[in-house]
């Protein structure tokens, strides 16, 4: 196991949620369409829910960065320092740390739509989840939440890593890894915003805040075949699936220029260096037998 690596992920995870989780929150509120006029309630309550979010989502970014590294130094023997190994390692990265972040998921988004401070407690909706739907309801969306970030994560390390390859060579590693979070961000998250909408509203379709926004709002709780029905509904030509792209490229953009920035200042990525090293030698061991 790369400590190295673990520990960085851990200060990138830390760092970007500090700064951007009052934007995150907003983002969460338009995607699930509980959204309140921005200053009409104390700056505090777009924090609510930092606490036991930074606490158990960090350990989640740990493994997922760390299983990309290592997978992605798996592959790179095999397939070369190419989009394939970009996509295989990101695919591996999401299909391994998924059964982590999706309770995750679930209790942060409905921390952050609260309206009241009972509603935004953790104990409080540990126990409403554990009430109404049993484990499963931490598991609400899961195979949603694959359908959306397996291609989220393909194309977002497939324009991380060649956009880092085009920046200026004599760029610092850390504006390297700026710059490339920032377009893979951007790139990613237009491609694949409708579905986690989608995903979105229905993780928080049963909380006690969207009861109360009431209308048909009560219907996609049925499934996601409803969620899809009441977006359609509710704006024409489809544009109801885009609703608060605004607001998440505003969150996830400067969140993950910040992440990754400090992720690879504390633990620069010489996977493929390493890779081409360790090949130069078993080379040159194997000229030596022969």
Not at 87 to 109: D, M
């Amino acid at each position: 196991m790369d400590v190295q690596t673990l520990l960085a992920s851990c200060y990138a995870s830390i760092f970007s949620r500090l700064i951007c989780y009052p934007l995150d929150t907003i983002a969460i509120q338009h995607a699930s369409s509980t959204r309140r006029p921005i200053f009409s309630v104390p700056f505090r309550t777009y924090y609510r829910g930092i606490l036991p979010s930074t606490v158990l989502v960090t350990p989640a970014i740990s493994v997922y960065l760390t299983i990309y590294r290592q997978s992605k130094a798996f592959l790179i023997p095999h397939f070369g320092d190419t989009t394939t190994t970009y996509l295989l390692a990101g695919t591996t990265a999401e299909l391994t740390s998924s059964f982590i972040w999706t309770p995750l998921e679930v209790i942060k988004s409905r921390l952050q739509i609260s309206s009241t401070t009972k509603e935004g407690s953790l104990s409080e909706n540990l126990k409403d989840i554990w009430r109404k739907e049993g484990i499963r309801g931490f598991y609400r969306g899961y195979l949603l939440g694959l359908v959306v970030f397996i291609p989220y994560n393909g194309i977002w390390w497939t324009v991380y890593e060649h956009t880092k390859k085009a920046a200026p060579r004599d760029w610092a590693i850390s504006s390297q890894a700026a710059l490339g979070g920032c377009v893979a961000t951007m790139t990613s998250v237009c491609c694949c915003h409708p579905l986690d909408l989608i995903k979105t509203r229905y993780q928080v379709a049963t909380t006690t805040t969207v009861g109360r926004v009431g209308g048909e709002r009560l219907e996609d709780a049925r499934g996601v075949v409803r969620v899809i029905q009441n977006v359609l509904g509710e704006r024409k030509f489809g544009l109801g699936f885009y609703k608060g792209l605004g607001a998440r490229l505003m969150c996830s953009t400067p969140s993950s220029l910040i992440s990754m920035a400090v992720f690879e200042y504390f633990s620069p990525d010489k996977t493929a260096e390493n890779a081409l090293s360790s090949s130069l030698h078993e080379g040159n061991l194997e000229g030596e037998r022969l």
